[in-house]
Each structure stands twice: as C-alpha cells, then as structure tokens.
C-alpha cells in the first residue's frame, strides 16, 4: 500500500505547501520513503505548476532505485504508482528485448518504461492491482488509470484553478482547498449498503476515478486542465457457456495456484490471514506449496471462544505445517481499537474492524504483505444472499399477477418473527416483483427505504 498525490494549480508556491500536505496525510500508507516532482508548466517556478509526490510502502526492490516519482532517463516523463504488477517478470523481460535499459528490478520501473514506448496500450497487458498518474512530458498530458476491479484507490477534486487527485478523500481534504460538505447522495448509499457508492464519496466535490478506465489530460502552460474522454482498458468478459463443470474444474485450480504464485513475488515477508473457511484456506495451502517462508494469522475472541475460529485455524496450519500466529482478542481490547479503527477509515464502512485487528497484528509480527480469501464469496456465491436471492425471486414470479402493494404485504407476512427493519425489507422487495437485480439489492441492503428516509431525512 502506497499513496500517491498531484496537483495543478496557476501558483508555483501553493502547489508545493499543498502537495506537501497531501503525502504528510498519507504516511501511514507508506511510511518508507517520499517523493516530489515539481514541472513549471510554463518554465516559471512561481507560475502554473504539475505536482506529483508518493509515499512509499517498499516491496519490490527496496534500494533507492524504487523512488518514486520515477523519471524515465530519456523521455523525462514522470510516473507515481500504488499498486503491484503481477506478471512484471514477463513484461520486464518484453522490454529488454525491445531494447529498454533498467537500474532497478521494481515494477514501477517496468511500468514507466512500457508506458513510455506504448502509450495507454500498455494498461490493456498488465495484471494487476493499480492506481497511476504519469505525466508524458513530449506532449504536455497526464494520463490517469486504475485497475480493471478498483482494488487500489484514485479519488479526483476541482476547486477553482486547482485540480487535485489522489489515493485517499482524506488527502484531497487536507489540503484545505475543499470544504468537506457531506454529500447526501454518499450518505444515503452508506446506510443502505454499509459502503459509500462509487463514483460518490462520503464528501462534495470528490468523486473516485472508475475502475477499469483512463484518462488523458492536456495541461496547459496557464494551468488550465482539459480532460478527454474517460476511456475502458478493461471489460468483464463474456460468459462462456460451453463451459461445462468439468472443463472449469482445473482451469480455476490452475489460475488460483497462478495468482497466489504472483502474489508471493515480494522482497519482504508474506502472511496469510487464514480463518476456518474454505477459501483463506486453498490461498494458505497454494502459498505454502510456493513458499516456505509463509505465516499465517487469525484473530479469535478471548471472552466468546464459540464465536471465533482459532480452533479450527490452528489444526489447518499444523497440517500444512507452517508458522501460525493467534491473536486474541478480549472484548476490552476490541473496544479499545474502535477508536483507532474509526480514525483510520478514509470512506466510512460499516465493516472492517477485525481486518483492522488483524492487519495491526500482521505488520506487529514484522510481516509486510499479506493476503487473504476476500472476494472469495462473491465469486463462489459463499454468501447466503445467494441462496436467498433464487428463491425469492421464485416467489416473486408466482405472485406477479398481485398489484405491488398486495404482495409487498405477503412478503411481509413471510417475515413476522423478525424485527420491524427486516420485515421493512422483505416487504420492499415484494413491492419490487420479479426483477431479479432489484430484489438482490434490497437483500444486501442494511436499510429499507422508510428507514433511510427517516434517517437523513433526504
């Protein structure tokens, strides 16, 4: 985790105390190196100014010649990364043979250099999690970009004359250049889902830059940004549906053990956060097929051993044989971090403490990386939202002849041994019938409608 930060702004001096202010808001995500670039616009100090700067959390090529920004030796263009290339080793080893010259061995460098020979092209060969900006410096543009899941963070301001982006809301914040009026529309999405809606930000003003996507923008010697077309690098791809169980069966096994393999490419240690579920445990047990160096982490509660899963975590790692460490966690200790927790969060969530927990106790325990079974439910449907879903919307289909209001009622009805905000729920998606992203949605709400409403008072 790395924060990168820029600005362009019509006054020189304001440029370099606000960007300044920005990296200082993000050192807890890289507290081992900074960096700034400073590019006259107008070839006056004082004038029209780009500012780029990086915090770096180092795990690839721990030396110097990891800095960032990075300027590329020949073209000078300009380039701050968060994020990591899984398939460096490929793309490193295009370039040599294209005729590129490295000092360094970090994908950053990799990264600058691809892009200097093939343009925006080159997003379309990575694999990876990023967030870049790069100033091409022959035609005066930054280029924006973000990986195809928006795993790593890019958030975007305007105020005024100033442009501002960067990996956190709380740095564009910092830099007093905007009022940080709560938007409503951010707000509502977080109490419905838990979760801020992207492209909306807990904050007026600040939008988050889509995933999948980039942007060019001309910047002229006045200051003045102008911004292209946002732009696809990356789509979902189509279903295959000639894919029959037993052809997706060892085609998913081998791409797994190909992404843990990338994974672990690091100079530092690797941990594994590992619960009782099945998918922290196929990404403990691959990792452990590549590396011998893997520990593996997880957090239990002291005061409520029924609830935790430390039991079951420990047999799992003495069987793969590798380090384990338990944490656990009283409930004393456990409200003691809240606060801590609370403070940390750049959007609001309504989840979180206990990676919170655990990511504390990892980066304690010397480990820097470490990778977990997130995501796991969603694309393996883990989730009971996924069974729920179905058989609603069966239910839905078979009373689709009822007026909304009618079914809404017999759904409810469905419901009358839970509290009012579930039953508040089941009802509104009855009223939305047989439509199956709707009745979805209104599974993983945490809030009916009324609710909301009553909450915010939109």
Aim: neutral net charge; hydrophobic residues 45%.
């Amino acid at each position: 985790m790395c924060g990168i930060a820029a600005i362009v702004c019509a006054n020189g001096g304001l440029a370099r105390q606000v960007l300044a202010r920005m990296t200082r808001c993000m050192t807890h995500r890289g507290p081992d190196d900074e960096g700034f670039e400073f590019i006259p616009l107008s070839g006056d100090p004082a004038g029209p100014t780009l500012g780029m700067g990086q915090r770096r959390l180092a795990i690839r090529d721990l030396s110097p010649m990891g800095h960032q920004p990075m300027v590329h030796p020949e073209t000078g263009d300009v380039l701050i990364f968060n994020g990591e290339i899984y398939n460096v080793a490929e793309l490193r080893a295009d370039l040599v043979a294209r005729g590129s010259r490295f000092r360094g061995h970090s994908d950053t460098e990799v990264l600058l250099h691809g892009l200097a020979r093939d343009g925006d092209a080159y997003l379309e060969r990575l694999a990876g999690m990023f967030a870049l900006v790069q100033f091409e410096r022959r035609t005066g543009r930054l280029l924006l970009a973000r990986d195809p899941l928006g795993i790593k963070p890019l958030y975007l301001a305007r105020v005024g004359g100033a442009w501002l982006v960067a990996s956190e809301v709380r740095a564009i914040l910092a830099t007093g250049l905007v009022d940080g009026g709560i938007d409503r529309r951010g707000l509502a999405g977080f109490m419905a889902y838990g979760a801020v809606q992207e492209p909306l930000t807990f904050f007026e003003g600040v939008r988050a830059f889509a995933p999948g996507t980039y942007q060019w923008k001309t910047l002229g010697v006045d200051g003045v940004v102008t911004p292209g077309p946002v732009r696809r690098h990356w789509s979902y791809p189509a279903v295959d549906p000639s894919i029959t169980e037993g052809d997706a069966v060892p085609r998913i096994a081998s791409e797994l053990d190909r992404s843990v393999k990338e994974h672990l490419l690091a100079d530092v240690p690797v941990g594994v956060f590992l619960s009782s579920g099945i998918d922290s445990t196929v990404i403990a047990g691959l990792a452990r097929r590549h590396s011998k160096d893997v520990r593996t982490f997880t957090v239990g509660f002291a005061d409520h051993g029924d609830m935790g899963e430390s039991e079951m975590a420990a047999a799992t790692a003495k069987a793969m044989d590798v380090p384990h460490h338990d944490i656990q966690l009283t409930a004393d200790r456990a409200e003691a971090l809240v606060g801590p927790w609370l403070a940390s969060l750049d959007q609001p969530s309504m989840d979180g403490l206990n990676t919170y927990v655990i990511s504390k106790a990892v980066r304690d325990a010397g480990v820097i990386v470490a990778l977990s079974g997130l995501g796991g439910d969603e694309l393996f449907a883990g989730y009971v939202t996924f069974a729920d879903v179905p058989r609603l919307h069966r239910v839905a289909r078979s009373l689709a002849w009822m007026p909304p209001s009618l079914r809404a009622q017999v759904f409810r009805s469905l419901a009358l041994s839970r509290p009012e905000s579930v039953r508040s729920k089941v009802a509104e998606m009855g009223r939305a019938g047989p439509d199956l992203l709707r009745l979805y949605l209104y599974r993983r709400r945490a809030n009916a409608d009324a609710r909301l409403l009553s909450l915010i008072h939109i």
